[in-house]
Nanobody, 124 residues
């Protein structure tokens, strides 16, 4: 079975950085997309970033553009999210998700597999 496991969350001061990782097992990614979503207390799950496995083309939410960088390592079936210049409003549980079926999009309902989430807390 496919499993996605996030890691790298923690507590960081505003302006600091964290790198999240998502390791996949049970599949070898040759196509499809991997995305990061986040959910803060009392809020809906929101899209953060997406990367295609074939070309590595990234997509970012406006709220993180210029601060976050998504990357992939196809050989290791791993996706990373480098988060810089963190703000208090970035505090959330971060989830990675994979989608192998077209169309690819930014809505959580379109994703086939999800990780367990990793907590990111940014102190102000």
């Amino acid at each position: 079975q496919v499993q996605l496991v996030e890691s790298g969350g923690g507590l960081v001061q505003a302006g600091g950085s964290l790198r999240l990782s998502c390791a996949a097992s049970g599949v070898t990614f040759k196509t499809g997309v991997m995305s990061w979503f986040r959910q803060a207390p009392g809020k809906e799950r929101e899209f953060v970033s997406l990367i295609t496995w074939s070309s590595g083309d990234p997509t970012y939410a406006d709220s993180v553009k210029g601060r976050f960088t998504i990357s992939r390592d196809n050989a290791k079936n791993t996706v990373h999210l480098q988060m810089n210049s963190l703000k208090a409003e970035d505090t959330a549980v971060y989830y990675c998700a994979a989608d192998f079926s077209l169309p690819y999009g930014l809505e959580p309902s379109g994703y086939d597999y999800w990780g367990q989430g990793t907590q990111v807390i940014v102190s102000s």
